[in-house]
């Protein structure tokens, strides 16, 4: 056994030294250089197998904006100029698509405000700098851009349709309310999710209902539409047709059904084929890794289960006859994590190669020539890029592509907390003056505290907490009455803190005072045990009694909380003012007892937690 482990142990180094090699080599030809314009350089190993491709699909990790956005327009200049690349594809929606080329073939500024506004700032300037280059080549050889995914960006489809719109012209009586309404969304959506104003968390309007609405009058009132919107009919029809679309694979997936990944898989499929039968020249897109692999998967790293991407369905699709012709890439980020099992054992191998490169640079590898990497990676991809760059702090936040006024929550947290409650337990310790050990007014206090952001509302979080009151035990003797008291205060109290994050922009802390409303309630247990005769006048049945009081109580907190977000680990601390504003005094069986103690839970607190946050 020990000398198969040996062997076994030895041909792996070679491989990974034979690969180390190779690495070497290639590093020779120089790297891409993402600030520097020249595609001459780092794609020379490309030079000669571009020619035998058609259609030509790069795999990123969505969270690199900043080198993804710049690699993208790269790979699109030397691919116009090697193989022939005169289409692009996004995974975006037809809408986002329409803008984007509008702007690519135009150049209108007012296209390029629209995506300033509702695009991340880093593909932004890149669409700016694919302009500049669209500018340059002739008119007919100009690129093309489409957008095949699912119309998932509901606010720029609100937006383009919005485009469609004649200013002067009167609607019908029967679809005005419709139009003016698309209007008043768009006016709403400019002003108060894209614009400087601080976001409206009380009126937040819903762009899905608004637009199921409005699909719903456009399939009742086609002809008045056509009327109003003359040679826009058909663009304004094909947006409204992607957003019924979107609405199905929604539906998908809030049933929490596998459809969910198949539906949008074929569909990017035939959006593709549409766009390969009516456009000459070759295509080029930068998906989600997920949809770049060239065989069928039974798990992929997105979850997703005998999987079917959008690679490998035109690669073995018999009507479009382009079998081996799809040339995919795969981009290895330093950063990243790789767990999926295609990648299983390789963080060693792969970390080496890293090793080996210079920070913000990107490497195109000849995956063939790496008999390690290419066996793991047989059916993925026939090249990698390998990539030193960090990932963009602030992603995901909102884009083109994936906000969505239908509420509900994206982050969220689960805390563990101790720490000290001081209220004044005065006037009940006055009870028992004739004991040394009175009860501590330093509650000690442990408790559970969930945390929840709207997906919209990124600066608003509502904390529900559970907290309980350690247990504080007195036991009091009495050697000449023969009389023995047990006595325990405890307590618990459910909060719910809305707190404002002062730092949502920045992922790793959290600084948030707030305020807050509760129910509480302390308990005493009182437990008096006699060893002497049974003696009625004491209430006594025999040798014991028990009596048990409450003091609930409705609170108002003012407080704050700071956490540090350290990956999947939050710790941090709240702490704060508790005011009463209920009674207090105390009960037994619900009977007020008016000459019993006032105990007041008001007092500061502080605590500390710890736990685990989900989608930061």
């Not at 539409?225 to 992607?242: A, M, P, Q």
């Not at 009081?549 to 941090?572: H, K, M, Q, R, S």
Request: proline content about 2%; glycine content about 6%.
């Amino acid at each position: 056994m020990h000398s198969i482990v040996t062997s076994r142990t030895i041909a792996l180094l070679i491989l990974a030294l034979a690969a180390q090699l190779t690495f070497a080599q290639n590093f020779e030809s120089d790297t891409i250089n993402l600030r520097d314009a020249d595609t001459s350089i780092g794609f020379e190993i490309l030079d000669d197998a571009v020619n035998n491709y058609e259609v030509f699909i790069t795999g990123e990790n969505h969270s690199y904006l900043e080198s993804n956005s710049k690699l993208w327009v790269k790979q699109i200049k030397y691919l116009y100029h090697n193989a022939g690349v005169r289409n692009i594809m996004i995974e975006y929606g037809f809408a986002s698509g329409w803008l984007i080329n509008e702007y690519l073939q135009e150049g209108d500024t007012n296209h390029l405000n629209i995506l300033k506004d509702y695009s991340f700032k880093q593909f932004a300037s890149a669409y700016e700098e694919l302009h500049e280059f669209n500018d340059s080549l002739p008119d007919n050889e100009k690129i093309h851009l489409v957008g095949i995914d699912l119309e998932r960006g509901i606010y720029s489809a609100a937006k383009v349709l919005s485009l469609q719109l004649p200013e002067e012209k009167v609607p019908h009586d029967s679809i005005a309310l419709d139009i003016e309404s698309l209007k008043s969304l768009v006016s709403y959506n400019d002003n108060e999710i894209f614009g400087d104003n601080d976001r409206d968390f009380f009126n937040s309007y819903s762009a899905s209902n608004t637009l199921n609405r409005i699909l719903s009058n456009f399939n009742a009132h086609k002809n008045h539409y056509k009327d109003f919107l003359e040679d826009k009919y058909v663009l304004f029809e094909r947006i409204l047709t992607g957003f019924a679309d979107q609405e199905k694979w929604k539906e998908y997936q809030e049933d929490n059904s596998t459809h969910q990944f198949v539906f949008r898989e074929k569909y990017m499929f035939d959006r593709f084929k549409e766009e390969f039968k009516n456009c000459d020249g070759k295509f080029f897109g930068q998906f989600g890794r997920c949809h770049t692999a060239k065989s069928t998967q039974e798990q992929n790293s997105c979850n997703w289960y005998h999987f079917k991407s959008l690679a490998n369905r035109i690669e073995e699709s018999p009507e479009l006859k382009l079998k081996n012709k799809v040339m995919t890439t795969g981009i290895l980020y330093k950063s990243d994590v790789y767990e999926d099992e295609a990648w299983a054992d390789m963080d060693g191998h792969i970390d080496s190669l890293f090793d080996l490169m210079v920070d913000d640079r990107i490497l195109l590898y000849n995956l063939p020539k790496d008999s390690l990497l290419s066996k793991k990676l047989e059916g993925y991809f026939d090249f990698v890029l390998i990539n030193t760059t960090k990932a963009s702090s602030n992603y995901p936040n909102t884009n083109l592509e994936d906000l969505n006024m239908t509420g509900g929550v994206s982050k969220s947290k689960f805390l563990f907390s101790a720490g000290l409650l001081n209220i004044d337990l005065a006037e009940l310790n006055d009870l028992l003056i004739e004991y040394e050990d009175p009860f501590d007014n330093g509650l000690i206090i442990i408790g559970a505290e969930i945390v929840t952001t709207n997906k919209n509302v990124d600066w608003i979080k509502s904390n529900l907490t559970v907290t309980w009151i350690v247990p504080q035990k007195r036991v009091y003797d009495n050697l000449t009455l023969q009389r023995e008291i047990n006595m325990k205060l405890s307590g618990i109290f459910l909060n719910n803190f809305t707190a404002f994050n002062l730092t949502n922009k920045i992922d790793a802390i959290d600084i948030m005072p707030g305020i807050g409303l509760g129910i509480s309630r302390l308990k005493l247990k009182v437990d008096e045990t006699s060893g002497g005769p049974i003696r009625f006048r004491r209430g006594f049945i025999g040798d014991r009694k028990t009596s048990e009081y409450a003091n609930p109580a409705l609170t108002f907190t003012l407080g704050g909380e700071v956490d540090l977000n350290l990956g999947p680990l939050t710790i941090g601390g709240t702490g704060g003012y508790q005011y009463d504003l209920s009674k207090k005094r105390w009960l037994t069986d619900k009977i007020l007892l008016d000459n019993g103690p006032e105990t007041s839970l008001r007092g500061w607190y502080a605590q500390f937690h710890i736990g685990f946050n989900f989608g930061q």
